[in-house]
Nanobody, 124 residues
Framework: QVYLEESGGELVQAGGSLRLSCAAY????????FSWFRQAPGKEREFVAG????????NYAESVKGRFTCSRDDAKNTLYLQMNSLKPEDTAVYYC?????????????????WGRGTQVTVSS
């Protein structure tokens, strides 16, 4: 069982930056692959970025490549998403999710545990 809690979402102007955090309550944090997803009103939940359990592989959606960076601190049991050059279309609820596989999958079905989400709003 893994309990995930996101934080860091807020209202920011276009072009600004935010760092989201996801605290994972599990004694085996280092053995999980973690990803960020987001869901805008009226849209499906979509993959944003993820990092493998070894930290050696990252994966990003095309829409955020070069702007977002996903990282993890195994000593703190925390996942991060650094978001730069934010755009209004980045507005969504951001969720972290975990899976026991090494592959950074982009489908929601691949993930076993989810947080409740944190709201990011980017104003134009």
């Amino acid at each position: 069982q893994v309990y995930l809690e996101e934080s860091g979402g807020e209202l920011v102007q276009a072009g600004g930056s935010l760092r989201l955090s996801c605290a994972a309550y599990t004694p085996t944090f280092s053995t999980y692959t973690f990803s960020w997803f987001r869901q805008a009103p009226g849209k499906e939940r979509e993959f944003v970025a993820g990092i493998s359990w070894s930290g050696g592989k990252t994966n990003y959606a095309e829409s955020v490549k070069g702007r977002f960076t996903c990282s993890r601190d195994d000593a703190k049991n925390t996942l991060y998403l650094q978001m730069n050059s934010l755009k209004p279309e980045d507005t969504a609820v951001y969720y972290c999710a975990s899976t026991g596989t090494i592959v950074v999958a982009q489908t929601t079905e691949a993930y076993d545990y989810w947080g409740r989400g944190t709201q990011v709003t980017v104003s134009s």
